[in-house]
C-alpha cells in the first residue's frame, strides 16, 4: 500500500522547533514533507506572492525552504514540486494562539486553508504559549496533531479544516478536547503614534470569554477543534437583504 502523503507547513519558519517536533509525530502517519517560509512570516495572512520570483531550496531531504508566504509554500509545493495532492496538509505547530480572529490574520491557518480549498483535508495547530511560560510543551501539541491527522486520513473527508489550539501544559494534565466555536475580542489602544507619520499596531487584547469558545477550552485545559468553513457568506444576511433587491437596484425603467 503506498505511503500516505503528508504536507507540513508553518509560518514560523522551515527551521523553527514546532515544525520539526510536529514531522516527527506525524511521521507515523506516512511520508512528511515540509514546504515553510525562509523565515518568519507570522500574521502574513493569506497573502500570495504575484508575479515575482519565488527562490526554494531543498535544504535536506523533504525538507524545502520557501521564500515567500506559508499560501505560496503549499501552492507551490502541491503543483510546483510534488505535482501531486498530498492526502493531507497540517500547519504549525506556531508559536502562539490562533483564537478567535487570529484565524484571518494568521499565516498558519493560511497554510492550512489553503489546501482545504483544494481539496484537502487540513489542519491548523498552534500552542497557546502564555508571556511568563518558561517552557514550550510542542510535544502536547504534536500528540494531539497526529491524533486529529489519523482521524482526517482514516475519514478521507474532502477539504475539511480544522483550527487546533493546545494548552502549554504536559500531556498528562490536558483534560481532554472540546470542539469549540470561536472567540472575540477587541485591543485596547490598537494603534500607537510614535513620533509624525511613524505608528506601531499592537496594543493589549480584550477577550470575551464566552461559554463553548475556543479560548474558554484551552484556559480550562482543554484542546480547542474549531472547524472553519472556506465560504464565509452569511446566508441569513443573504435571506434578509435579497428581499430588498429591488428596493435598493429598482428597475431599468425605473432609473
Same mark, same amino acid.
Given at each position: ?7 507540513? &507547513? ?23 514533507? %515540509?514546504?515553510?517560509?525562509? $523565515?518568519?512570516? $507570522?500574521? +502574513? &495572512?493569506? *497573502? ?10 531543498? !535544504? ?13 509554500? !503549499?501552492? %507551490? ?5 510534488? @505535482? ?7 500547519? #504549525? ?12 490574520? $494568521? ?26 511560560? @518558561? ?13 486529529? $491527522? @489519523? ?20 500531556? @498528562?494534565?490536558?483534560? #481532554?478536547?472540546?470542539? +469549540? ?31 463553548? *469558545? ?35 437596484? #429598482?428597475?431599468? &425603467?425605473?432609473?
Amino acid at each position: 500500500m503506498e505511503k500516505k502523503l503528508i504536507l507540513l &507547513s508553518n509560518d514560523d519558519g522551515y527551521d523553527s522547533e514546532g515544525i520539526k517536533v510536529l514531522k516527527e509525530h506525524l511521521s507515523e502517519l506516512g511520508r512528511v514533507v %515540509i514546504f515553510a517560509p525562509l $523565515s518568519e512570516k $507570522s500574521a +502574513s &495572512s493569506h *497573502s500570495i506572492t504575484l508575479r515575482k520570483e519565488i527562490v526554494v531550496t531543498e !535544504v535536506e531531504k523533504d525538507v524545502f525552504a520557501v521564500d515567500g508566504t506559508p499560501a505560496d509554500c !503549499v501552492l %507551490i509545493a502541491i503543483y510546483g514540486v510534488l @505535482q501531486k495532492k498530498p492526502n493531507l496538509v497540517v500547519s #504549525g505547530i506556531n508559536l502562539g494562539h490562533n483564537l478567535g480572529e487570529d484565524v484571518f490574520y $494568521s499565516g498558519t491557518v493560511a497554510a492550512a486553508r489553503e489546501g482545504a480549498m483544494y481539496g484537502i483535508p487540513a489542519v491548523a495547530v498552534s500552542l497557546f504559549v502564555e508571556p511568563e511560560d @518558561q517552557r514550550k510543551y510542542y510535544d502536547t501539541a504534536g500528540y494531539y496533531a497526529c491524533r486529529v $491527522s @489519523q482521524f482526517l486520513l482514516k475519514k478521507k473527508l474532502n477539504g475539511e479544516l480544522l483550527n487546533i489550539n493546545v494548552p502549554n501544559i504536559p500531556l @498528562q494534565e490536558i483534560r #481532554g478536547i472540546r470542539f +469549540s466555536r470561536l472567540s472575540t475580542r477587541m485591543y485596547r489602544d490598537p494603534v500607537v503614534k510614535l513620533r509624525d507619520n511613524v505608528f506601531i499596531i499592537g496594543g493589549e487584547p480584550l477577550w470575551d470569554i464566552t461559554h463553548g *469558545s475556543d479560548l474558554e477550552s484551552v484556559k480550562e485545559g482543554f484542546v480547542s477543534i474549531s472547524p472553519l468553513l472556506i465560504d464565509i457568506t452569511d446566508y441569513e444576511k443573504l435571506r434578509i437583504l435579497r428581499e430588498f433587491e429591488k428596493t435598493i437596484g #429598482g428597475t431599468a &425603467s425605473e432609473r
